[in-house]
């Protein structure tokens, strides 16, 4: 087992040398090229950018993921749906998310987080590419926001490429707001065809949401296809 260190040149070494946990490689950038070739093989940068300078790139062998089809929709968030208390949209607002996922809770004065500056630099440049996507959810009875529109009260962001979504991070300013997101995601991935999303690692969230684990080289076969 062995942590890389990458150059300027663009290249990911083979994941099933890293670490246990994941970690494969140190350094580089996070440019989109870079990026583009990361999340393509399954990698994606973790770091707390607090205590460090330089990405660090995991690409587990065991993938978290959810398949569109087997989004897990609970009684209470059917109830939900059938309110139609929040409007649900896609790329109306992905500064306001990404800065939401980043600084909800106090998430970026917390030792150890990663949604910092350069991330969010990054996964801009990223969006305006067209290749980061956001969710949004908002309340539409509530117009505190400064311009008198609905509050933005929840949604996630993530990357897509190969008709895979691969997850971020999502917030919540109500209950249930993220879920709500992730499974607008999840129906519209399944309209159009979407193979999976990647959810990175697991927690009891998603997986109450349907999350699984498949093999890094189903993974691959998936995405390559």
């Known amino acids: ?60 062998l065991d993938r978290f993921v959810i398949f569109p089809s087997n989004i897990h929709v609970s009684h209470s968030m059917k109830q939900l749906l059938h309110q139609q208390k929040y409007i649900v949209t896609i790329n109306q607002d992905f500064e306001g998310v990404i800065r939401g996922c980043s600084t909800v809770d106090s998430r970026n004065q917390e030792d150890g987080a990663w949604l910092g500056p350069d991330i969010i630099k990054a996964y ?30 929840g949604g ?23 879920k709500l997101a992730l499974i607008y995601l999840a129906q519209t991935l399944e309209r159009i065809g979407g193979l999976f999303i990647d959810c990175q690692f697991e927690t009891p969230h998603l997986k109450s949401m349907g999350g699984q684990y498949i093999s890094y080289d189903r993974y691959m076969e998936m995405l390559e296809s």
């Open 156 to 178: 996630l962001y993530g990357i897509t490429i190969r008709k895979a979504f691969f997850g971020e991070s999502m917030f919540s300013l109500v209950p249930n707001a993220s």
């Open 1 to 60: 087992m062995a942590v890389y260190r990458l150059d300027d040149t663009l290249w990911f070494p083979d994941p099933h040398k890293g670490e246990a946990d994941g970690l494969v490689a140190v350094g580089g950038d996070l440019s989109v090229n870079r990026l583009l070739l990361a999340y393509s093989n399954g990698f994606f940068p973790w770091f707390s950018f607090q205590h460090q300078v330089e990405p660090c790139w995991y690409c587990p």
């Open 124 to 153: 801009t440049e990223m969006h305006r590419l067209g290749y980061a996507v956001s969710v949004e959810v908002w309340d539409p009875q509530d117009s505190s926001s400064a311009a008198g529109y609905p509050r933005l009260v």
